[in-house]
């Protein structure tokens, strides 16, 4: 899988410090789906919709996973 995210821009959260963080997920959108990834695991990607990644992030500004951290 490792040669299919060769050609992907990544993306990753401006709250996740400098390049050499290996604290962060990686978001890149391909194809209309969104792909996921940490930094330290890069060659592991999962994938979903935008509209399941927008109703997850929903979620998280409303605090509904605040329990978890």
């Not at 050609?7 to 391909?30: M, R, T, Y």
């Not at 990834?37 to 994938?47: C, I, K, L, N």
């Amino acid at each position: 899988m490792s040669g299919m995210t060769n050609h992907i821009e990544w993306q990753k959260s401006s709250f996740s410090g400098g390049d050499n963080n290996p604290n962060c997920v990686e978001l890149a959108s391909v194809d209309g789906q969104i792909k996921m990834r940490e930094s330290d695991a890069p060659d592991t990607v999962v994938t979903t919709s935008p509209e399941k990644l927008r109703a997850f992030l929903l979620g998280v500004k409303a605090g509904e996973f605040d329990h978890l951290i």
